[in-house]
């Protein structure tokens, strides 16, 4: 132990920053796929226009949703305590993101077998499902983890969960799902209106706009909900930071306004807001003047400061408990052993590198614009 370069303090924060990048490369890579999927309905209105929007995302989905799989593989390797909770506490919610998700490549297969326009048009539902569900509920996770989740822990550490599916569909948890849907339409619809072009460029762009202009709204209100009247954890002991895992050794009490407390000691954090609703109005203007690529910036800022306003609020919380606050998961308190942390860290150094170049890679492939044309050209467009 006494060999590792690096405290076990520093290592939970590096992953505590590592699991956000990782969450935030998921929204920002797989989010245009999840924002297209979600406007296919809307932006395309015959079968070539909604094989232009399909074979935008088509070559390369498969590859962005790596992030959420490495994002998950974080939290069950790095955080064992909170995936623990959470994957339980969520089953049924994690079910419905995996059964829409797994609608997208089964849509993508199957849509082309048949030429009947009613079977294509089920398919292209089932892609809006694929798109819109896990972008609903993705927020909706969020903004239960901000209120609480009624979960337990018994003097052995093993985790028992009160609530229910239905339950987490409060007012604020609601508000946050849609957030994060306006988020990531956002992003799609600025993919669409880069890379295509016509009649489905000008709806992308359309939409783009309004979406834009609702995440401000939907995160301003969010925000302010925060503020005046929702209760946040404060830890009230003196935790080790360099201690053991163990949940049930400090005192947490509920403060309204609690969620702010961070902004209060680090004014700096201040930063993320301002990035999620300076990105989402740099979008909105973008699309305005058809700068797509300005637009996707903008979008691509406004997911960062978005999520990133999520993690400032929260830390050092993982998980806060509704039912028992003092046996919330914490940064100090929820994390793997020190000799993990460092070997997944040596890991994560050589193999995320490979990934980005990859991922680098595969879009100076198939970067250009699609078309109906150059679908015409590909035997294996979708």
């Known amino acids: 132990m006494n060999n590792i370069p690096l405290d076990y303090e520093t290592l939970r924060l590096i992953w505590w920053g590592l699991l956000g990048i990782l969450l935030m490369g998921f929204a920002i890579m797989d989010g245009f796929d999840l924002g297209a999927g979600a406007l296919l309905p ?20 498969e590859g962005n949703q790596v992030w959420l799989v490495l994002g998950g ?78 979960f337990a822990l018994d003097e052995t550490l093993r985790p028992s969960y009160a609530g229910n599916f239905f339950g987490l569909l409060r007012p604020f948890a609601l508000l946050s799902g849609l957030v994060s849907v306006a988020m990531l339409v956002t992003h799609g619809a600025a993919m669409i209106a880069l890379r295509t072009d016509g009649p489905v460029a000008q709806r992308g762009r359309t939409y783009g706009r309004w979406a834009a202009v609702a995440t401000v709204a939907l995160f301003v209100v969010a925000g302010l909900w925060i503020g005046l009247g929702m209760d946040g954890y404060v830890v009230t002991s003196v935790q080790d930071m360099n201690g053991p895992s163990n949940p049930l050794v400090k005192t947490v009490s509920r403060v309204t306004g609690g969620w702010l407390a961070n902004y209060s000691a680090h004014p700096w954090m ?69 000799l993990t942390l460092f070997i997944m860290l040596i890991a994560t150094v050589i193999f995320l590198p490979l990934i980005l170049a990859y991922t680098a890679w595969v879009y100076r492939v198939m970067r250009g614009t699609v078309t109906t044309i150059s679908i015409g050209r590909n035997p294996n467009a979708y």
């Open 42 to 61: 809307f932006v395309a209105r015959t079968d070539e226009e909604r094989r232009v929007v399909i074979n935008l995302v088509g070559p390369t989905w």
């Open 73 to 150: 593989g974080a939290i069950f390797a790095a955080w064992p305590a909170l995936y623990a909770v959470s994957f339980s506490g969520f089953y049924l919610a994690m079910i419905t993101i995996l059964l829409a998700l797994i609608l997208r490549p089964v849509g993508f297969k199957f849509r082309g077998k048949l030429k009947d326009p009613r079977w294509r048009s089920t398919w292209d539902w089932a892609l809006f499902i694929g798109g819109f569900v896990p972008a609903l509920i993705f927020g909706v996770a969020v903004g239960n983890v901000l209120l609480g989740v009624p």
């Open 270 to 338: 201040m930063l993320a807001p301002v990035l999620g609703v300076s990105g989402a109005l740099i979008a909105m203007v973008a699309f305005g003047r058809s700068a797509f690529k300005t637009a996707l910036f903008g979008s691509t800022v406004a997911i960062f400061g978005i999520i990133s306003t999520a993690g400032m609020s929260l830390f050092p919380f993982l998980l806060p408990s509704s039912l028992d606050p003092n046996v919330s998961l914490t940064v100090w308190d929820a994390s793997s052993s020190h």
